[in-house]
Structure formats: structure tokens, C-alpha cells
């Protein structure tokens, strides 16, 4: 398959800068990866100019769009294929982080943890390893280990920790 004369051309082929399936195309019955395959063999490294890129065309400039400004592309031909003008705004500035606050309820003074029981609220109060550590002693809400209160604290709706999670709050 590989003849002397079908290397020797393309070797003259390859240096005068043809693409290998320009080769491939004249030499006949091999294909492109054939020819590359014959290349890296030889040893061949040096080539020409490539013979379908005689300049280099100028790159076109994209253009920025301001913030809060409405994106428009020229378009040419159906209606239906026409990209939809899109309003590019500013990123909201990112939430401070809250500190926890403490919820502070009239209705119980605390308890220990030996007082502790499915009828009281399970929310530690102050530092724990210190006298005046406790948990909350509420009535809990049914079927959580907290008060109402508490709860809502513990408990984040979906949503708010799915927005601030886009936010990087999270």
C-alpha cells in the first residue's frame, strides 16, 4: 500500500502544507488517519504554509453591554429564529449575615438536663459546662423537639436556605 513513490509525494504533499485529508483525498484509497499514522512515522515535522489559510482573518469585536441595559443582536431572516432581548442587571449584594439571636420566653425559667422530657422544649440556653447553662422547657410543638419559637430557628422553609444557598450566604 505504501509505495516509494506514494511516500515520496506525500512527503511533498506534507511540506507543502496540505492537510491530511487533503492527502488522503489525492493519494487514493488511504484515509486521513493513515496519512497522519505515515507522518509521525517518518518523522516528518517541518511543513509549509498551510494551503487553505492564506490570511488570517480579523477577529470581530464582542460587544459589552452595560448593567441594566437591554441586549440587542442584529438578526437576519425568520421572526421565529430571533433571540429574545434579555435584561442584564446587576448581582444583588450579598446579605449581611444575622447574628443568632436569643429568644428569650416568659413562660418557662429553664430546665436541667435530668428535667428533660418529650414534654419540654429541647433548645440549649447559654454556654454549656457553665451554672447558668439550661434548655428552654417550653411545650414543644407537635412532633419537633422544639417550642414554636424555637422552631422557627431551627427550621428554615426550603426556599429561604435554596435562595440563600444561590445568594453564597450558604
Known amino acids: ?31 486521513r488517519n493513515a496519512v497522519i499514522g505515515k507522518v509521525h512515522r517518518l518523522g516528518l515535522s ?6 487553505r489559510a492564506q490570511h488570517a482573518r480579523p477577529r470581530t469585536k464582542t460587544r459589552q453591554v452595560p448593567a441594566g441595559k437591554i441586549a440587542q443582536f442584529p438578526t437576519a431572516g425568520s421572526a421565529a429564529l430571533q433571540v429574545q432581548p434579555e435584561i442584564v442587571a446587576e448581582a444583588p449584594p450579598a446579605p449581611r449575615p444575622q447574628p443568632i ?28 459546662g457553665t451554672d447558668t447553662f439550661h434548655f428552654c422547657g417550653c411545650a414543644p410543638k407537635a412532633g419537633l ?4 419559637k424555637h422552631a422557627r430557628i431551627a427550621y428554615q422553609p426550603l426556599q429561604d436556605r435554596r435562595r440563600l444557598k444561590v445568594r453564597g450566604a450558604a
Open 1 to 31: 500500500m505504501w509505495t516509494e513513490e506514494r511516500v515520496d509525494l506525500l512527503k511533498r504533499l506534507w511540506t507543502e502544507g496540505l492537510s491530511a485529508s487533503q492527502i488522503a483525498s489525492k493519494l487514493g484509497e488511504v484515509t
Open 145 to 148: 423537639p422544639y417550642c414554636d
Open 46 to 51: 517541518g511543513r509549509g504554509t498551510p494551503s
Open 101 to 128: 439571636r436569643e429568644v428569650i420566653t416568659s413562660s418557662s425559667s429553664g430546665v436541667s438536663i435530668l428535667q428533660l422530657s418529650d414534654k419540654t422544649c429541647r433548645w440549649p440556653i447559654g454556654e454549656p
